[in-house]
């Protein structure tokens, strides 16, 4: 029996209808991932979903006693209380248990051993030890190191953390509760890679039904067994993971758009015919074919996503485009002490390389990135640029970008452009009509996102500096941006949590750990085992994959052992060979995909041609004709099906390289 049933709901936000006749169920131990654009109602399903909501019409069933754990994606206010005490405070029924038993016990201590106390005592601690009273703490402390709480943060009270550790709390809270349901809408927010993966395995073992909302493809391939996709305005379950959605979602789409092709072929033919006949001997039949045709149910054309176009040009630059001997990132402090965070040591990146830092929340990613634009000193040492390099910086927390301009304005304040100019560039990023003319303040995260992607555009930097670049994009913006910078000629350092990009883009990894980075070839999957086994005197490193890169990692002057950044070198030009090796492999396989759609297209359309002369009784007057046309008509179908099976084919070669 369903957990949980939408029955052809809809939702409203005024005037606008956000998504209409909205079916799905929600079995036990089913993980439901729930994808769609920005503004598609997928928080609004949520909602409802959870009751906090109701909808404008339509029915949501739930079991009887179904317990639904919510976790918004919007951070809370909380009071004075501990970390650990704020998180125990989720278990109310705990809590008020273990008062009824300290208030038993008293009456216990006074001498009260009435039978009426002895078994409502034993009923009460009954109930608080199956409901696992004695060992909640113990359990919030392992959800609360899982999500990234040392033992010391334990203590700290939450009126002082940060918005991005309220979020773990609230999510520290939300595993505590014994719920059968799950709700999660964007919960790896504000984690670090260490706490996604601890969340992603907690998922996938945990026996609760789950509904995710989420923009981490990597997180819904790895724990979704079921995907609902809200597309203009409607709703379309697939089975499976987010991978497999992408190719089921294709295949939906080109049915859908082979029948809507042939409906309109067939009211283009009937409009023809009523317009043709409605006067004279044949008007009965041209108004009844036009009664028919009026009550005809009319197939929807495909959606056509609004996807933004991304292209990220570069003049050319030294082979070189950074060099340190080393330096320390940190701050400055007003008294005129230093607080270091991150020692760098030496390190060369060639031009074409790809660089992804990562760490651990606050271990000094964004810092170690500001430091290399220039933005922050560094406290010791020094950095070069090659000649030639220009470089561009995209900040995630997009605070450049200035409140009271508007979103021409921002563009013409960076760079010479008419305002028609800056409109049509605008217009790439689905900024259309009199959006262009909202000022930055009142735009959403995503649009400001998309904001700054449309300035680093214009920048033409040949050294892109990336922090977080995928946070507040869906996940066709996301998958743009990683094909664009692809196909970028230049280099790119980059702070990510997105694994998804990381693996795609990276051809070196700097590991941020201990105050100081090791790099290793490749990106998080190659991650290796141990830094520490590192054999002392060098050693090289190469990854064999389509974004191979190379690495010789030595001892350098400082006495590191190897695993460090000591004079690292990367071979920019067997990057950028392998690089143009990958994108020619890409572009052949999306070649024979495209060369075998369309003969699919054309072989289908000659069936529906040929199945419309077989419909037609004069066709039989012409005995050979109708056999030639039978014969044909088996030899496409052949035909189809062998091109099915050569374009599944190429489709998982495509999706092998992409």
């Given at each position: 029996m369903p957990l949980v049933t939408f029955d052809a709901v809809s939702a409203e936000y005024g005037a606008t209808t956000i998504f209409t006749d909205l079916s799905f169920t929600l079995e036990p131990g089913q993980r439901l991932g729930v994808?769609?654009?920005?503004?598609?109602?997928?928080?609004?399903?949520?909602?409802?979903?959870?009751?906090?909501?109701?909808?404008?019409?339509?029915?949501?069933?739930?079991?009887?006693?179904l317990r639904l754990g919510m976790l918004d994606q919007f951070d809370v206010d909380f009071g004075p209380q501990t970390v650990l005490e704020q998180t125990i405070s989720a278990r109310a029924d705990l809590i008020e248990l273990r008062h009824r038993l300290h208030a038993l016990e008293q009456r216990l201590g006074a001498g009260d051993h009435g039978e009426a106390v002895?078994?409502?005592?034993?009923?009460?601690?009954?109930?608080?030890d199956h409901g696992g009273g004695y060992t909640v703490e113990a359990r919030a402390r392992?959800?609360?190191?899982?999500?990234?709480?040392?033992?010391?943060?334990?203590?700290?009270?939450?009126s002082e953390l940060s918005g991005g550790q309220r979020r773990r709390v609230q999510l520290a809270q939300l595993l505590l509760v014994d719920s059968d349901v799950f709700l999660l809408d964007e919960p790896t927010n504000h984690l670090d890679l260490a706490s996604i993966e601890w969340l992603e395995d907690y998922l996938k073992a945990a026996p609760q039904a789950m509904?995710?909302?989420?923009?981490?493809?990597?997180?819904?391939?790895?724990?979704?067994?079921?995907?609902?996709?809200?597309?203009?305005?409607?709703?379309?379950?697939?089975?499976?993971?987010?991978?497999?959605?992408?190719?089921?979602?294709?295949?939906?789409?080109?049915?859908?758009?082979?029948?809507y092709q042939a409906q309109q072929d067939y009211i283009a033919h009937q409009e023809a015919f009523i317009q043709r006949y409605k006067a004279g001997q044949r008007a009965r039949e041209a108004r009844g074919r036009a009664t028919r045709l009026e009550r005809l149910e009319r197939v929807d054309a495909p959606t056509d996503d609004r996807a933004i176009r991304l292209q990220f040009g570069a003049p050319p630059s030294a082979a070189l485009a950074i060099r340190s001997r080393g330096f320390v990132a940190g701050f400055h402090n007003d008294d005129g002490s230093t607080f270091p965070l991150v020692e760098?040591?030496?390190?060369?990146?060639q031009s074409g390389a790809r660089v992804a830092i990562v760490g651990a929340n606050g271990s000094g990613k964004s810092t170690v990135l500001r430091t290399l634009t220039g933005e922050l000193e560094t406290l010791a040492g020094s950095i070069a640029y090659g000649s030639r390099v220009q470089s561009s910086y995209y900040d995630q927390h997009l605070g450049d970008l200035p409140p009271e301009r508007t979103l021409v304005e921002v563009l013409a304040a960076a760079h010479p452009l008419s305002e028609?100019?800056?409109?049509?560039?605008?217009?790439?990023?689905?900024?259309?009509?009199?959006?262009?003319?909202?000022?930055?303040?009142?735009?959403?995260?995503?649009?400001?996102?998309?904001l700054s992607l449309a300035r680093l555009m214009l920048d033409q930097g040949n050294l892109l500096f990336l922090d977080e670049p995928?946070?507040?994009?869906?996940?066709?913006?996301?998958?743009?941006?990683?094909?664009a910078l692809l196909d970028f000629p230049g280099t790119i350092v980059f702070v990510s949590h997105d694994r998804e990009l990381i693996d795609t883009l990276a051809t070196q990894t700097w590991w941020l750990e201990g105050g100081t980075i090791h790099a290793a070839p490749g990106g998080y999957r190659d991650r290796p085992v141990d830094f520490a086994a590192a054999p002392a005197g060098g050693m090289a490193l190469e990854r064999g994959s389509r974004m191979a890169a190379r690495l010789v990692v030595g001892a350098g002057s400082n006495g590191k052992t190897a695993g460090n950044l000591n004079d690292v070198r990367v071979d920019a030009a067997q990057v950028r060979a392998d690089a143009a090796a990958a994108r020619r492999e890409?572009?052949?396989?999306?070649?024979?995909?495209?060369?075998?759609?369309?003969?699919?297209?054309?072989?289908?359309?000659?069936?529906?041609?040929?199945?419309?002369?077989?419909?037609?009784?004069?066709?039989?007057?012409?005995?050979?004709?109708?056999?030639?046309?039978?014969?044909?008509?088996?030899?496409?179908?052949?035909r189809v099906r062998d091109l099915y099976s050569d374009w599944e084919a190429a489709t998982a070669e495509l999706e092998a390289l992409a």
């Open positions: 994808v769609g654009p920005n503004g598609a109602g997928k928080s609004t399903m949520m909602r409802i979903l959870a009751g906090q909501l109701e909808p404008a019409s339509g029915r949501v069933d739930r079991q009887r006693r002895m078994h409502e005592y034993g009923e009460a601690q009954e109930q608080y392992e959800v609360l190191g899982g999500l990234g709480f040392l033992d010391e943060a334990l203590e700290q009270p939450c509904v995710i909302v989420s923009h981490d493809r990597r997180l819904l391939d790895d724990v979704a067994d079921s995907i609902l996709e809200l597309e203009a305005g409607r709703g379309y379950t697939y089975p499976g993971s987010y991978s497999k959605f992408l190719k089921l979602r294709f295949e939906r789409r080109r049915e859908q758009l082979r029948q760098v040591p030496n390190f060369e990146i028609e100019s800056a409109r049509n560039h605008l217009a790439r990023l689905l900024f259309r009509g009199d959006d262009v003319y909202k000022k930055v303040r009142q735009l959403s995260g995503g649009e400001r996102s998309r995928t946070n507040h994009l869906d996940l066709p913006s996301q998958e743009v941006l990683q094909d890409k572009a052949a396989a999306q070649k024979r995909v495209t060369a075998l759609e369309r003969e699919l297209d054309a072989a289908e359309t000659r069936i529906r041609e040929i199945e419309t002369r077989l419909a037609d009784p004069n066709l039989y007057k012409f005995p050979m004709e109708a056999e030639i046309l039978g014969r044909e008509h088996a030899g496409v179908h052949a």
